[in-house]
């Protein structure tokens, strides 16, 4: 069996059921960039690349009544193998709906395939994109978001970052550049060498966890840019702690999007964290500033390393079920916000407030009360630091219900009266 974990400061925690593993789903890459950054051509090139030997669905979307990439892609050789699916709008917003749609319609033949690569129009933001493949239950069954490429145009990038946008417009490039997992530097021949080292910095100093890749043509080895499993949490247990070495060229720049890392030997409590993360990411108007968030942590009390990873306000974690600290190993936590006008100082306190620093009030033995669903209950202290939890607790009553104490606080678990 496994214990859920309910992020409540005022709830206890009961043992359930084992979980269902989930079925197998297709793959998705998300394309996007600004207009004109090479979108289309790296999409023909990856198309026309066979030694990946992957066979893709195409969704390109057009924004505008008249498309025209989908005659670009249309030449290919190659697209007899495709299923090449047009949408005219903005895949961000307004045909967010026809997305859903249109990979509900396309299941049954897109099964049969590799990979799904949906190319964005350049003035889309790619979170409202991402976000279709946690929110609709449907999709979640049938798909996974693989990862995020965004091509940037070298010899323009640095105007368009800098274009001031009306008040309450956001800047699609530099959503774009946020949010994803590779950034292909395109153009890179149009661009003296002393200024692509300025671009590269600055884009590190925006999303210091995508991996920039320099091209000319939209040229990357496909093997790149596929199968990233990005967001796959087990994924994240990857991510270099090498960013979070501090670059003086990364703080020269006065961008409102920045990224906040954090990294120490220690364990934490994980239902701290939640709990921290839930009030961080709570209502549509605290989420709107963070992009992106990931991180692996120690949590007390338990051998597996604890991955997890959120766009906005959809945010998901869990023990890793392969990997798990080794013996010599040091115990460490590490996480990475990308965000737009974030408080650095805010940040990092919040996630140090969850770090485990004092010992337990109780001791195995010890008898307490435990707040449960009908009130305070007696409860004996049976195990501390059981998966995750400082507290294992057995309420005197006739089942003897065992329960966690997901916080060493007196909202949840307090002394007995008079003792």
Known sequence: QRCSIVPLRDTLVRCEGPVMPPRKVVPCTVLTGFLGSGKTTLLNHILSDQTHKLKFAIIENEFGAVGVDDKIVA?????????????????????????VEALKRLYKKVAQFDAVIIETTGLADPAPVAQTFFVDEDIKRMYKLDGIITVVDAKHIMQHLDEEKPEGVENESVEQVAFADRVLLNKTDLVEPEELAKIEARIKSMNKTAEIFQCQYSKVDPKHLLNLEAFNLDRVLEFDPEFLKADPEDHQHDDRVTSVAVKFEGELNVNMLQMWIGELVGTPEKAAGLFRYKGVLAVKGAEQKWVFQGVHMLFAGGFSEDKAWGPNEPRECRFVFIGKDINEESLKEGFMKCRVTE????????????????????????????????????VQDREKTNIFGPVDEDVCVRAVPGA
């Open 75 to 99: 030449q290919q050789e190659n697209t007899s193998e495709e299923i090449i699916e047009v949408m005219n709008g903005c895949i961000c917003c307004t045909v967010r709906g026809d997305l």
């Open 359 to 394: 010992e337990l009030r109780f001791a195995v033995g010890d008898m307490v009360e435990a707040r449960c669903d009908g009130g305070w209950k007696p409860a004996k202290v049976i195990k501390i630091w059981d998966d995750g939890h400082p507290y294992r607790l057995e």
